[in-house]
Nanobody, 123 residues
Framework: QVQLVESGGGSVQAGGSLRLSCVVF?????????MGWFREAPGKEREGVAV????????RYADSVKGRFTISRDNAKNMVWLQMNSLKPEDTAMYYC???????????????WGQGTQVTVSS
């Protein structure tokens, strides 16, 4: 059974930073899978934030986070991270880790999901 567990969310003031972590259990193909971070704000649809390919060198970001967020992974540890800098109030959302997609920002393409970690940015 594939399980993804996120951590690292919290409450910060605008301009602050957070680092989200995701550890993956039971996914035989983790090292060859695309990984992604997505977010869902109240009243809004889930959207792609950042994705990373199996090598760790290919990444893609939503325009709204380019230059502020960085996605990375360690295949030996079955982990992926999202470093978030210069946070803005509009970054407030539940953040989800997802696995096994097509290395794009479309949530529907990812079969495995974590439970999410809340990020709240105050002005």
């Amino acid at each position: 059974q594939v399980q993804l567990v996120e951590s690292g969310g919290g409450s910060v003031q605008a301009g602050g930073s957070l680092r989200l972590s995701c550890v993956v259990f039971g996914y035989t193909y983790y090292s060859s899978a695309c990984m992604g971070w997505f977010r869902e704000a109240p009243g809004k649809e889930r959207e792609g934030v950042a994705v990373i390919d199996s090598s760790g060198y290919g990444t893609r970001y939503a325009d709204s986070v380019k230059g502020r967020f960085t996605i990375s992974r360690d295949n030996a540890k079955n982990m992926v991270w999202l470093q978030m800098n210069s946070l803005k109030p509009e970054d407030t959302a539940m953040y989800y880790c997802a696995a096994g997609g097509f290395c794009d920002l479309e949530p529907g393409r990812y079969p495995y999901w974590g439970q999410g970690t809340q990020v709240t940015v105050s002005s």
